[in-house]
């Protein structure tokens, strides 16, 4: 399975939207994420891809879309 798809799939799962057709959709001033929700999906988006997200480095920007959210960790995968 692909990076976007599982992704999608873990954004689905922890705010029961789909975003497939959507990846540029504004997660957090839309008000789909929180801080309760970005905390599960980072900690799924952990485990799910073997990486570390950096808790004193995680800017909300750089994260705030699903088109970003699939960069971020691609940038994390190859960081390890």
Known sequence: MDI???IVDILA???GEDF???MDQELYESGIMDSMT???MLLTLQETFDITVPVSEFNRDDWNTPN???EQVKKLQDEE
């Open 4 to 6: 976007q798809k599982q």
């Open 13 to 15: 799962e922890a705010t």
């Open 20 to 22: 497939s057709d959507n």
């Open 38 to 40: 970005t905390v599960q």
């Open 68 to 70: 970003k959210l699939v």
